[in-house]
């Protein structure tokens, strides 16, 4: 699996997403910045599929 996570600076919940993701072996990339069509960050893409926030990838990652 891989990730996109857009990312800011300093951001609590971006390093978190980043935590799980290594804590699941996601290999992750970040893009600094917010994603256009989200209004916070973190925003993660993972395997090409928009997933959202940092909530939004929790409850997916509990899913796999």
Do not use: S
């Not at 600076?9 to 993701?21: D, G, I, Q, S, T």
């Amino acid at each position: 699996m891989k990730a996109i996570i857009y990312t800011l600076p300093n951001c609590p919940w971006c390093y978190k997403a980043k935590l799980l993701c290594v804590a699941l072996g996601i290999g992750y990339t970040e893009q600094e910045g917010k994603h256009p069509d989200w209004p916070t960050v973190p925003y993660v893409v993972l395997d090409g599929e928009a997933i959202g926030g940092f909530t939004e990838f929790a409850a997916r990652c509990r899913k796999l």
